[in-house]
């Protein structure tokens, strides 16, 4: 009785130590999950809309969306920088904004988000070193209307249809299964 | 206390540098689908391994790791810097596009996720949707065709081909959304063009195993061109690198040179490895010349999807071990009542005597922002938990020690019609009166809410007051009816056996000295009751119950509302013209009163108000009767569209199917509400403080309404009212089956005639309400689209 009832104490630590070994490995992907995860950037896409060579070197800058709309528009600088380096937008109407660049998390990026909330042409300067004009980039830039809310949630807001889809094609079987 | 808010405040940071940290759009849903799969997996792997020895041998622990590791390497691949570094690098976009289609499928199907992915889905869902689809004709066929090597191989070579020409490259680039296409189609001819490799359990092989080493060969062939093409050309074929690749001192061409040496050596390594594997062990094994291959199973089967007898024992929450056995503890249970009324004591004592700014009283927060948020939550997540721990009901079941009730409560007024009045009245109040800005109201709702408990309960027997009156009561025994768990038998043998009903009587307590063992005090019979309507959950019956055969156990959500079946203590639920009212008033109550604060219908409101001299209480509450009673006409105008039975019973069918659409809309309201007001309950907690001299911090977020809503915050919503709505037509659907089967049944039993009820004919009864049912949900789907307006509390704008 002895023996037996010492195997089945064996047979559930063993069982324990095979679930805390489980968890242990899940624990272990999901912390490896978290650090791969904060360590992720912004949202992909846009255009590059200016190159040339400030503070004697190559530079780029790249705007996301690639097709701006009135509201979020990301401006980001590749090339040299320096502290204090500014974005700045300025619409026909004489309406500025300016934003500071700060470091993105990819490469030594500077980037800044800047709201743009007007329709229209707006000019937009970027200046990498913060020291006025000698060193700035200027482009022009077209935002247009917002596009409606729904289109970018259309795809949580009408999950129901694909849901109704499967349960009913899947109530349809189980009834006509049932009645044959 | 401090130590209280600790948590809240991490959790505040931990938000708000993930906020800070602007995560890649994708990265939330990514991870969030990795947990999801990953869980299935894991409790399908477990429960598989635990049929015996062979599903062990089959479902070994590598298998495990590889599901896990595809995870990881699909989240290195779409949710690390590496996503980030592919916009900037084509070596580091070819490294990932490697891994998704090379790296990630193989894993995949190595961890044979069908049968494991299935088992862990609840049985419910598996055997009533999965099954039933997978089984279908067109389905099998589909996948027959998908599942066919030169489809996959097809698909393989049209990627990797397609998505390197320029324009289609540069495409994706510039657009999120097609970059998010293009990385899908990876995955999925990545997946289809390894099935036939790794030949996953069930699949059943097509082709003889050999002729997977020139599939190998040949896809290797695609992968080639490509490589060779980035390789040999002069030219920078991806315009987009040149440009940022000279400002990061970066040489394109190189750039190019590096990804076509990926491309070209991992790739075509990855791709002929297998076949050289293959080869191997057809024609190095020992006697393996001139033996036929194993024989395959002739159909794709899933054992999973077949019908099995259900488990003896449903798996109980209260067998958990800490947990279960404290809840089966009646003392246990009237401490978890008793410290909720502490609690309440203390938030009333704050709502009188405290400030009256509601951000920064504990009656202005804790009741209206955290604990409605929670106990939402809690009931769609487990089952009634806000009626178990309820404060109300702690008073009478101390008070009852020594006053015994001898009155029943009045046949005239044993149904949910003062309840379904109270809740009205409390909606009503409630937009006109702006409770949640006012502590002392709250305070003394709360002190009238006790004392009108125990009043009633002292008077009469049972729990009247929580059966017949409670509005707070109703309206969680309504959200709990599309909770996954309910109090139920465990074994109905046993309970067929039982001639005590200790469960419904209740039972002298064995231990010496204690209290007599209630039953339940809402005259619910535990093996005759179907759904948790009128169940509060207080475990009265688990108790008394002597043979320790009550449990909470698993339930498929709303399964009770389409049946509308016969049940202790309610009657034929279908029947029941107060609980159809009752469902209507809680689900075009909750869109009324989520309508109220968003910023149009204010200020459509204040504009009357002000135009036409009217008091803005009567018009604010007149709005929601109004807008509940052109609900109220809309569902009964869909109950006179569909015919076949009483209009009564057509008009609770559908109100009782719009009662998970009411839930989610609960649920994305004070969601909502707790999501951006917590910190509300930090800054009132620091008052507390401060003011009782147990800390010298003052708040420093002094009317802190709402922090700003997160970006994921909407598409949730969305997603929770997708679902609702979802659960709806669908709750909607089998209560018209059962309904028309009903009157088939007495029509046949009459005169000898055939059923008629066939899917199509559920189908056509069904549009009209579905589509009232659709209606409430564009109402609720607009108003989410709404800025909001919180009256009452500091300045917060959409």
Not at chain 1, 38 to 50: F, K, M, P, Q, T
Not at chain 1, 62 to 85: D, L, T, Y
Not at chain 2, 2 to 20: G, H, K, S, T, V
Request: charged content about 15%.
């Amino acid at each position: 009785m002895n023996a037996q009832r010492g195997q089945r104490i064996v047979r559930r630590a063993d069982r324990v130590f095979m679930h805390a070994r489980a968890l242990a490995f899940m624990l272990a992907c999901m912390l490896a999950l978290e650090a791969v995860m904060s360590a992720a950037s912004l949202a992909d896409g846009g255009i590059v809309v200016w190159t040339g060579e400030r503070m004697g070197a190559r530079a780029a800058v790249i705007i996301a969306p690639a097709a701006p709309s009135v509201g979020e528009v990301e401006f980001a600088w590749i090339g040299a920088w320096k502290a204090g380096a500014l974005v700045h937008a300025q619409h026909l109407d004489g309406l500025a904004i300016e934003g500071v660049l700060a470091p993105a998390p990819i490469g030594s990026e500077v980037r800044c988000s800047l709201a743009l909330t007007k329709v229209g042409h707006w000019d937009i300067t970027i200046d990498p070193d913060g020291n006025g004009d000698a060193q700035a980039a200027r482009f022009p830039l077209e935002v247009s209307d917002p596009p409606a809310r729904w289109t970018t949630l259309w795809p949580a807001m009408f999950a129901w249809i694909a849901l109704v889809a499967i349960g009913l094609t899947a109530a349809w079987r189980k009834t006509t299964r049932r009645d044959s | 206390m401090l130590e209280f808010a600790a948590p809240l405040l991490a959790l505040a940071d931990i938000l708000a540098l993930a906020d800070n940290l602007a995560l890649a759009d994708n990265a939330p849903w990514v991870l969030a689908g990795c947990v999801v799969s990953c869980a299935l997996y894991a409790r399908g792997w477990r429960a598989i391994r635990a049929r015996g020895r062979a599903s062990r041998e089959r479902f070994c622990g590598w298998r495990c790791v590889a599901f896990f590791a595809a995870w990881l390497v699909m989240l290195v691949a779409l949710a690390s810097p590496l996503d980030r570094e592919a916009e900037r690098a084509l070596a580091a976009h070819m490294v990932q596009h490697l891994l998704l289609t090379m790296i990630v499928p193989p894993l995949f199907w190595l961890a044979s996720p069908a049968m494991p992915c299935l088992f862990g889905l609840p049985r419910a869902l598996r055997l009533e949707v999965v099954g039933p689809i997978i089984a279908a004709p067109a389905v099998r066929t589909l996948l027959r065709i998908a599942t066919n090597p030169i489809v996959g191989w097809i698909a393989m070579a049209l990627v990797t081909l397609g998505w390197h020409v320029p324009a289609i490259y540069q495409l994706a680039l510039r657009e999120p959304a097609w970059h998010r296409v293009e990385h899908a189609s990876m995955l999925a001819a990545g997946l289809l063009f390894w099935l036939p490799v790794v030949e996953p359990f069930p699949y059943r092989r097509r082709w003889p195993r050999l002729a997977m080493v020139p599939y190998l060969v040949a896809a290797d062939f695609s992968n080639t061109i490509v490589a060779a093409y980035l390789a040999f050309s002069g030219a920078i074929a991806y315009r987009w690198y040149a440009d940022i690749g000279a400002a990061r001192g970066i040489d394109a061409l190189q750039d190019q040179h590096l990804a076509a040496g990926i491309m070209w050596v991992p790739g075509s390594i990855i791709y002929l490895l297998p076949a050289m594997a293959i080869t191997a062990t057809r024609f190095l094994a020992k006697g393996s010349f001139g033996v036929r291959a194993p024989q395959q199973p002739r159909e794709l089967s899933l054992p999973v999807l077949q019908r099995a007898p259900a488990r003896e024992t449903p798996r109980d929450l209260l067998r958990i071990p800490v947990i279960g056995a404290l809840l089966r503890q009646p003392r246990v249970r009237l401490g978890l009542r008793l410290a909720m009324l502490a609690l309440a004591a203390l938030i009333a004592i704050d709502g009188i005597v405290g400030p009256q700014d509601a951000p920064m009283n504990l009656a202005g927060t804790l009741p209206w922002t955290h604990w409605r948020g929670f106990a939402v939550v809690a009931i769609l997540a487990v089952a009634n938990a806000a009626c178990m721990a309820c404060p109300l009901i702690a008073p009478r079941s101390v008070l009852r020690r020594w006053i015994t009730p001898t009155r029943t409560w009045p046949a005239a007024l044993r149904s949910k019609w003062i309840a379904g009045a109270l809740i009205v009245a409390w909606l009503v109040a409630y937009e006109a009166f702006d409770l949640w800005s006012s502590p002392w109201a709250t305070a003394f709702i709360l002190i009238g809410f006790v004392v009108a408990a125990t009043a009633v309960d002292l008077l009469f027997e049972g729990a009247s007051f929580c059966r017949f009156v409670c509005p707070i009561g109703q309206y969680q025994m309504l959200l709990s009816t599309v909770a996954p768990r309910e109090v139920r038998a465990l074994d109905a043998d046993v309970c067929a056996r039982c001639e005590t009903h200790d469960c419904l009587k209740g039972r002298p307590s064995t231990v010496a000295n204690t209290p007599t063992l209630p039953g339940c005090g809402l005259g619910l019979f535990v093996p005759k009751k179907d759904g948790n309507l009128d169940c509060t959950f207080c475990l009265d019956c688990v108790s008394a119950c002597p043979h320790e055969n009550i449990g909470i156990v698993a339930v498929v959500p709303g399964a009770s509302l389409a049946r509308a079946a016969w049940s202790s203590g309610i009657g034929t639920l279908a029947n029941r013209f107060d609980i159809g009212v009752l469902a209507t008033i809680f689900t075009t109550g909750a869109i009324a009163n989520a309508a109220g604060m968003s910023a149009p219908i204010v200020q459509i409101l204040d504009e009357i108000a002000t135009a036409r001299a009217i008091s803005p209480a009567l018009l604010q509450g007149s709005f929601v009767v109004v807008a509940m009673l052109g609900g109220a006409l809309l569902l009964a105008s869909a109950a006179v569209a569909v015919q076949d039975a009483p209009f009564i019973q057509r008009f609770n069918r559908i109100a009782l199917a719009s009662i998970p659409l009411g839930a989610s809309v609960w649920l994305v309201h004070f969601g909502f509400h707790f999501i951006t007001g917590w910190p509300t309950g930090e800054a009132a907690i620091r008052r507390v403080l401060h003011d009782l001299a147990l800390s010298s911090d003052a708040p420093d977020r002094i009317l802190s309404c709402c922090v700003v809503p997160p970006n994921w915050l909407v598409p949730a919503e969305f997603l929770a009212l997708s679902l609702g709505l979802a659960a709806a037509l669908g709750v909607l659907w089998w209560s018209i089956d059962a309904m028309l089967r009903r009157r088939d049944g007495a029509r046949t039993s009459s005169s000898k005639t055939t059923s008629t009820t066939t899917p199509a004919r559920v189908t056509i009864a069904w549009i009209a309400p579905a589509i009232a049912l659709i209606a409430l949900w564009s109402m609720m789907a607009w108003v989410v689209l709404q800025p909001m307006e919180m009256r009452g509390t500091s300045g917060f704008g959409s």
